[in-house]
């Protein structure tokens, strides 16, 4: 999954202002305890940060 699909995916979960603030301030466990901001800038692989988002905010499944 490429970045601008992700992010396109964020926006359409919380919409365009509330998913950069999702990202930036919600600490998920299926993360290692990091915002979603950390683990993109570690490097994790955006899919896997996906599925993690999906999880943690119980994401109905033809989203995912």
Not at 8 to 15: A, D, K, P, T, V
Not at 25 to 34: A, F, K, M, T
Request: with cysteine.
């Amino acid at each position: 999954m490429r970045l601008s699909e992700f992010w396109e995916r964020m926006e359409l979960q919380f919409g365009a202002g509330y998913a950069t603030s999702v990202a930036a301030d919600q600490v998920i466990p299926q993360l290692g305890g990091r915002t979603i901001q950390q683990a993109l800038a570690d490097g994790e692989d955006t899919k896997w940060v996906w599925r993690a988002v999906c999880q943690a905010f119980d994401i109905p499944a033809k989203m995912r």
